[in-house]
Protein backbone atom coordinates (compact mmCIF):
# COMPACT_ATOMS: atom_id res chain seq x y z
CA UNK A 1 0.00 0.00 0.00
CA UNK A 2 1.85 2.95 -0.86
CA UNK A 3 1.01 6.33 1.20
CA UNK A 4 2.28 9.62 1.75
CA UNK A 5 2.73 12.07 5.17
CA UNK A 6 2.30 15.22 4.33
CA UNK A 7 1.07 18.65 6.99
CA UNK A 8 -2.87 18.64 7.90
CA UNK A 9 -4.59 20.96 5.47
CA UNK A 10 -7.86 22.93 6.52
CA UNK A 11 -9.60 20.99 3.71
CA UNK A 12 -8.58 17.73 5.09
CA UNK A 13 -11.55 15.47 5.43
CA UNK A 14 -11.55 14.75 9.16
CA UNK A 15 -15.23 13.41 9.72
CA UNK A 16 -14.69 9.81 8.62
CA UNK A 17 -11.50 9.20 10.18
CA UNK A 18 -12.37 6.55 13.17
CA UNK A 19 -9.23 4.92 14.74
CA UNK A 20 -11.95 3.56 17.71
CA UNK A 21 -10.76 5.43 20.40
CA UNK A 22 -12.97 8.44 20.91
CA UNK A 23 -10.27 10.91 22.23
CA UNK A 24 -8.10 10.23 19.94
CA UNK A 25 -11.08 10.66 17.10
CA UNK A 26 -12.48 13.63 19.18
CA UNK A 27 -9.30 15.63 19.08
CA UNK A 28 -8.45 15.15 15.16
CA UNK A 29 -12.29 16.18 14.24
CA UNK A 30 -12.24 19.28 17.04
CA UNK A 31 -9.29 20.34 17.51
CA UNK A 32 -6.06 19.13 15.72
CA UNK A 33 -6.96 22.19 13.05
CA UNK A 34 -7.86 24.76 15.33
CA UNK A 35 -4.60 24.00 17.89
CA UNK A 36 -2.59 24.00 14.60
CA UNK A 37 -4.36 27.25 12.62
CA UNK A 38 -5.15 29.53 15.36
CA UNK A 39 -3.53 28.80 18.38
CA UNK A 40 -0.03 27.90 17.07
CA UNK A 41 0.64 24.98 19.63
CA UNK A 42 1.04 21.79 17.39
CA UNK A 43 1.18 20.62 13.88
CA UNK A 44 -0.80 17.35 12.81
CA UNK A 45 0.86 15.28 9.92
CA UNK A 46 -1.30 13.04 8.22
CA UNK A 47 -0.85 10.14 6.53
CA UNK A 48 -2.88 9.88 3.22
CA UNK A 49 -3.97 6.46 0.86
CA UNK A 50 -6.18 8.09 -1.79
CA UNK A 51 -7.22 11.81 -0.42
CA UNK A 52 -8.08 9.47 2.56
CA UNK A 53 -6.48 10.43 6.06
CA UNK A 54 -6.04 7.07 7.50
CA UNK A 55 -3.24 8.06 10.26
CA UNK A 56 -1.92 11.14 12.10
CA UNK A 57 0.92 12.60 14.47
CA UNK A 58 0.28 15.80 16.37
CA UNK A 59 3.90 16.89 17.15
CA UNK A 60 4.61 20.34 19.39
CA UNK A 61 8.10 21.71 20.82
CA UNK A 62 8.35 21.32 24.12
CA UNK A 63 11.24 21.36 26.36
CA UNK A 64 12.12 19.23 30.03
CA UNK A 65 14.66 19.41 33.08
CA UNK A 66 16.30 16.88 33.63
CA UNK A 67 16.35 17.28 37.32
CA UNK A 68 12.34 16.87 36.86
CA UNK A 69 12.81 13.19 35.80
CA UNK A 70 14.00 10.98 38.20
CA UNK A 71 15.65 8.20 36.20
CA UNK A 72 16.96 10.45 32.62
CA UNK A 73 20.30 9.57 32.86
CA UNK A 74 21.81 12.03 30.41
CA UNK A 75 25.12 14.75 31.24
CA UNK A 76 23.24 17.65 30.27
CA UNK A 77 22.53 21.03 31.95
CA UNK A 78 19.88 21.10 35.08
CA UNK A 79 18.12 23.99 33.16
CA UNK A 80 14.46 23.08 30.37
CA UNK A 81 16.41 21.82 27.12
CA UNK A 82 14.36 21.03 24.01
CA UNK A 83 12.46 18.25 22.77
CA UNK A 84 10.32 17.26 20.21
CA UNK A 85 6.63 16.14 21.81
CA UNK A 86 4.76 13.66 20.40
CA UNK A 87 0.95 13.98 21.88
CA UNK A 88 -1.19 12.20 19.16
CA UNK A 89 -0.51 9.27 17.27
CA UNK A 90 -3.37 7.31 15.33
CA UNK A 91 -4.51 5.08 12.66
CA UNK A 92 -7.83 4.96 11.14
CA UNK A 93 -9.34 1.23 12.32
CA UNK A 94 -9.63 0.03 8.48
CA UNK A 95 -5.82 0.59 8.22
CA UNK A 96 -4.09 -0.26 11.91
CA UNK A 97 -1.48 -3.13 11.54
CA UNK A 98 -0.32 -2.19 7.65
CA UNK A 99 2.93 -0.73 9.49
CA UNK A 100 0.78 3.79 9.51
CA UNK A 101 1.62 3.87 12.86
CA UNK A 102 5.78 2.97 12.93
CA UNK A 103 5.93 4.82 9.23
CA UNK A 104 4.32 8.32 11.20
CA UNK A 105 6.58 7.86 14.25
CA UNK A 106 9.96 7.41 11.95
CA UNK A 107 8.52 10.45 9.96
CA UNK A 108 8.29 12.26 14.20
CA UNK A 109 12.02 10.97 14.67
CA UNK A 110 13.18 12.27 11.43
CA UNK A 111 11.29 15.81 12.01
CA UNK A 112 13.51 15.79 15.22
CA UNK A 113 16.99 15.20 13.80
CA UNK A 114 15.78 18.55 11.60
CA UNK A 115 14.73 20.02 14.98
CA UNK A 116 18.27 19.07 16.68
CA UNK A 117 20.04 20.59 13.38
CA UNK A 118 17.65 23.76 13.46
CA UNK A 119 16.99 25.10 16.69
CA UNK A 120 17.77 22.55 19.26
CA UNK A 121 16.58 19.17 20.69
CA UNK A 122 17.61 16.33 22.78
CA UNK A 123 14.96 13.88 21.91
CA UNK A 124 11.75 12.67 21.89
CA UNK A 125 8.99 12.44 24.72
CA UNK A 126 5.85 11.07 24.28
CA UNK A 127 2.46 11.08 26.40
CA UNK A 128 1.42 7.44 25.80
CA UNK A 129 -1.55 5.80 26.41
CA UNK A 130 -1.04 3.43 28.42
CA UNK A 131 -2.25 0.43 26.07
CA UNK A 132 0.38 2.15 23.45
CA UNK A 133 3.39 2.27 25.72
CA UNK A 134 4.25 -1.35 24.22
CA UNK A 135 4.71 -0.01 20.42
CA UNK A 136 6.87 2.83 21.50
CA UNK A 137 9.30 0.36 23.94
CA UNK A 138 9.63 -1.82 21.18
CA UNK A 139 11.59 1.50 19.30
CA UNK A 140 13.67 2.47 22.13
CA UNK A 141 11.34 4.52 24.14
CA UNK A 142 11.74 4.28 28.03
CA UNK A 143 9.42 5.27 30.72
CA UNK A 144 10.75 8.10 32.84
CA UNK A 145 9.53 9.16 36.71
CA UNK A 146 8.34 12.48 36.80
CA UNK A 147 8.87 14.19 40.20
CA UNK A 148 7.57 17.62 38.74
CA UNK A 149 5.40 19.06 36.16
CA UNK A 150 2.89 16.37 36.47
CA UNK A 151 -0.24 16.94 33.92
CA UNK A 152 -3.79 15.79 34.77
CA UNK A 153 -3.64 13.39 31.98
CA UNK A 154 -1.22 10.96 34.05
CA UNK A 155 -1.82 8.52 34.95
CA UNK A 156 -3.87 7.43 32.21
CA UNK A 157 -0.15 8.10 29.95
CA UNK A 158 3.09 7.02 30.64
CA UNK A 159 5.85 9.41 29.82
CA UNK A 160 8.58 7.65 27.72
CA UNK A 161 11.67 9.34 26.12
CA UNK A 162 13.91 8.41 23.02
CA UNK A 163 17.55 10.26 23.32
CA UNK A 164 18.68 12.03 20.36
CA UNK A 165 21.87 9.03 20.23
CA UNK A 166 19.46 6.95 20.16
CA UNK A 167 17.09 8.06 17.44
CA UNK A 168 20.16 8.90 15.20
CA UNK A 169 21.04 5.59 15.58
CA UNK A 170 18.09 4.02 14.56
CA UNK A 171 17.62 6.02 11.75
CA UNK A 172 20.44 4.95 10.11
CA UNK A 173 19.34 1.64 10.44
CA UNK A 174 16.24 2.34 8.32
Known amino acids: MSFFIRTLSKDDDKEGFDCSDSDLNQFFKKFASQNQYKHYIGT ?54 KGIGKELLKFTLKLAVEQKENFGCIGVVVDAKIASASFYE ?12 KLDIRPFAKVMFLSMSSIEKAIRLT
Do not use: M
Not at 77 to 92: C, E, F, M, Q, T
Not at 138 to 149: A, K, N, R, V
Open 138 to 149: QFGFETIDILSG
Open 44 to 97: TYVALFENKVIGYVTLSASSIKIDDYENLKLKLPKYPLPILRLSRLAVDKHFQN
